[in-house]
């Protein structure tokens, strides 16, 4: 009863949403506990019943590290840049890589996989990607801890500047995975084709990215192509502010930036306009 | 008084059954030119255009509410009454904003929470403690709130001493407890509380109702679905009837009441389930039909008390179903229980029947002559492989009369007590 008499109910008016719908992003404000509550539940139960634990989130990096050195490094014999060795040359693009791939998994999956939440109560529904794609950051940093390792070990010594360049590279690297899970999280709800389609696309993706190698190596022509990638943009980023190779900011990346936050705001919207149909149709 | 809930011709609509009008040809044309034409569909679908009702077949479209209308005051309990799909929840589901009317308008002031959203967002991971929060920020609660609340919540549950255990771990019972604790300290302006989908015994049937009856004390307005009525009686000041999705009633809840039993139902003595009554869970159990039979073996809606009634229940099975028993619950009109039984509750009967092939089935049964008291009678149906699952249930599935004409006691022009009357071997002695 006190409960009440402290805050005057706030008056809720729902009607059928037509055209395309606002963005009302206010309402994600309003349950801003709830996405960090969310964030902590994924961090929480990722590793539950594993014996290695968050172990995980530096043995999959790492491995892949190995994997790549002895492939593209010792038998390829795929030039990197400068003269970097090739582990500390793929770690800093296994790092935002890995980052991408994995949001992109989880979120594209969110609503699915909580659709008794969906079917049962209100909530902003932009929380379930949301707070997937941002869950993905604990595993980022867990990995970066290797990451100083090898720059020790190899003795590279970033730029100051790479205070504030890296989180930007980072933050690319979320707006993008961010906007395609919007699209694909939506799509899922009424085609579980994505689940089949998303393997895939990582894979494409990843061989369109200069994960494994330099991107020094696409010839000039391509380039402009390339950059339409935004993840090439935050691989090259990420090498460009911790390993001083490559190009700095230059067109190519406020391309690929103009890229994801196309896919953003698309996303976004053509959530927004499919949230009114998820828990008839999940 | 405010107005808690404005509710202005409401609509919902469902698409159903699309997917059975595909390939009834089954012609290797058709479904090479569907699968040709399925990306073009499906990027159609995906700008949300072919889902307009317009464009498509109005016969795949059904309005779950039609044009309901109503407003509630504040700190009024409103009984919602119903046969099943007739958009009871439907209309909880628009109400709490899971789901978006088609048209019409609801103004609602104040938090909307409910009871059958218990247990909506634990994880089975994580221990009763971080569900607490989980589940209490999932319902809207803020951490400050929770926080203040945590050691009542504790307490209600009766779970304390595992309470940093994983929920996985729990029984069902403590789950449910800890599920529905956090649920009913969720205080909110405007409960709502579905009955139908309360999951549960009956023990914590009871604490439902025992916390909806608080909060209705506690000048906070309510939404009550149920198909007992004897509880909307207690319950509720008022309530409303929906017949396939629209309202057909609002009256003082006896009048309510008696409305709903006596011409909301099948008053020809049989009830026939159409397929889309049928949920699609219920597979592979499909009920047909339910019939009252007087000795004559003739359908009738009246029985006399006097003589024997049949009940008859038919069914389909599309697959075999082991350990089925199908049965009734007995009900009178205030929603109290006669009886319930099973059609194997014989142990030889389950040991025949138990297992069942697939094929359609009568299972009936006689209920004796000089059983019934005057009034009406509710029959609900169940069919269930016990400890398993049920695979249909409805609670309200026909009703009928009881004429008491050459019952004992009738010389005497009055109500007798009780539901039932039965014709007992009375002897008189004289002692000395």
Same mark, same amino acid.
């Given at each position: 009863m006190t409960e009440l008499t402290k805050h005057q109910p706030t008056t809720i008016y729902i009607k059928p949403s037509t055209g395309i719908a606002a963005l009302n992003l206010g309402d994600l404000w309003t349950y801003r506990e709830l996405v960090f509550f969310m964030i902590w539940r994924d961090i929480k139960v990722r590793y539950k019943q594993t014996m290695l634990g968050a172990a995980w989130a530096v043995i999959q990096p790492v491995m892949m590290m190995l994997v790549f050195t002895f492939i593209f490094g010792t038998v390829a014999k795929l030039p990197t840049d400068g003269d970097i060795p090739y582990p500390i040359f793929s770690y800093t693009a296994l790092l935002p890589w890995g980052l991408f791939v994995g949001a992109l998994n989880q979120a594209s999956r969110s609503l699915t996989t909580n659709q008794n939440m969906i079917t049962k109560i209100y909530f902003p529904r932009l929380i379930l990607p949301l707070s997937s794609v941002l869950a993905g950051l604990v595993d980022f940093a867990i990995a970066s801890i290797i990451l100083i390792g090898l720059m020790f070990y190899y003795k590279v010594t970033p730029a100051w500047n790479i205070l504030w360049t890296l989180p930007l590279f980072l933050l690319l690297a979320i707006i993008t995975a961010l906007g395609v899970a919007l699209w694909l999280s939506a799509i899922n709800v009424k085609y579980r084709d994505v689940n089949y389609v998303l393997p895939f696309l990582t894979q494409f993706w990843q061989f369109a990215t200069p994960v494994g190698y330099?991107?020094? +190596? +696409?010839s000039q022509k391509w380039q402009l192509l390339y950059s339409l990638n935004p993840m090439a943009g935050v691989v090259n980023g990420f090498r460009w502010a911790l390993l001083g190779v490559g190009n700095g900011p230059d067109t190519a990346l406020w391309i690929s930036i103009g890229i994801s936050m196309l896919v953003l705001i698309s996303g976004l919207f053509y959530f927004r306009s499919m949230e009114r149909t998820f828990a008839d149709t999940i | 008084m405010a107005t808690a809930i404005s509710v202005k011709n409401l609509g919902k609509q469902y698409r159903i059954g699309a997917s059975q009008t595909k390939f009834q040809y089954g012609m290797l044309r058709d479904v090479l030119m569907d699968t040709v034409t399925a990306p073009v569909r499906w990027a159609k679908s995906l700008t949300g255009r072919s889902r307009r009702p317009q464009l498509d077949s109005a016969q795949n479209y059904i309005w779950a509410l039609n044009d309901v209308s109503f407003d509630l005051e504040e700190g009024r309990v409103l009984g919602i009454v119903g046969r099943n799909g007739a958009g009871k929840s439907t209309l909880l589901k628009v109400l709490s904003r899971v789901t978006e009317p088609t048209k019409g308008t609801v103004t609602v002031r104040g938090r909307v929470g409910s009871l059958l959203e218990v247990g909506t967002g634990f994880h089975p991971e994580l221990t009763g403690r971080e569900n607490i929060y989980l589940n209490g920020a999932v319902l809207g609660m803020k951490r400050t709130e929770i926080d203040s609340k945590f050691d009542e919540i504790v307490d209600f549950s009766e779970v304390s001493q595992f309470?940093?255990?994983?929920?996985?771990?729990?029984?069902s019972g403590m789950y449910l407890r800890l599920a529905f604790a956090v649920a009913a300290h969720l205080e909110p302006e405007i409960l709502v509380v579905d009955e139908v989908l309360a999951v549960g015994d009956a023990e914590f049937q009871r604490k439902c109702l025992g916390k909806m009856g608080d909060v209705a004390q506690q000048g906070r307005t309510v939404l009550f679905v149920s198909h007992n009525m004897s509880a909307i009686l207690r319950l509720t000041q008022e309530a409303i009837v929906l017949k396939k999705g629209q309202l057909i009633k609002r009256a003082p809840s006896p009048e309510a009441v008696d409305f709903y039993l006596s011409s909301g139902q099948a008053e020809t003595g049989e009830r026939i389930w159409q397929n889309e009554e049928v949920p699609v869970n219920a597979a592979p159990f499909k009920p047909v039909a339910i019939r009252i039979k007087d000795k004559t073996g003739k359908i009738v809606d009246t029985v006399r008390s006097t003589e024997p009634t049949t009940v008859e229940w038919e069914y389909q099975l599309d697959a075999p179903v082991t350990g089925l028993r199908v049965g009734m619950y007995l009900n009178t009109m205030r929603g109290e229980y006669v009886f319930t039984a099973f059609d194997t509750d014989d142990a030889q009967q389950y040991e025949q029947f138990g297992a069942r092939q697939a094929g359609r089935y009568i299972s009936c049964c006689e209920i004796p002559a000089d059983f019934f008291n005057e009034g009406r009678y509710y029959l609900g149906v169940n069919a269930s492989s016990f400890g398993v699952r049920r695979y249909f249930m409805d609670e309200n599935a026909i009703s009928f009369n009881v004429d008491i004409a050459g019952a004992p006691g009738t010389q005497w022009p009055e109500m007798r007590q009780g539901p039932i009357r039965p014709r007992l071997n009375w002897k008189i002695e004289k002692l000395d």
């Open positions: 330099s991107a020094t +190596i +696409i | 309470i940093d255990t994983p929920v996985k771990r729990y029984s």
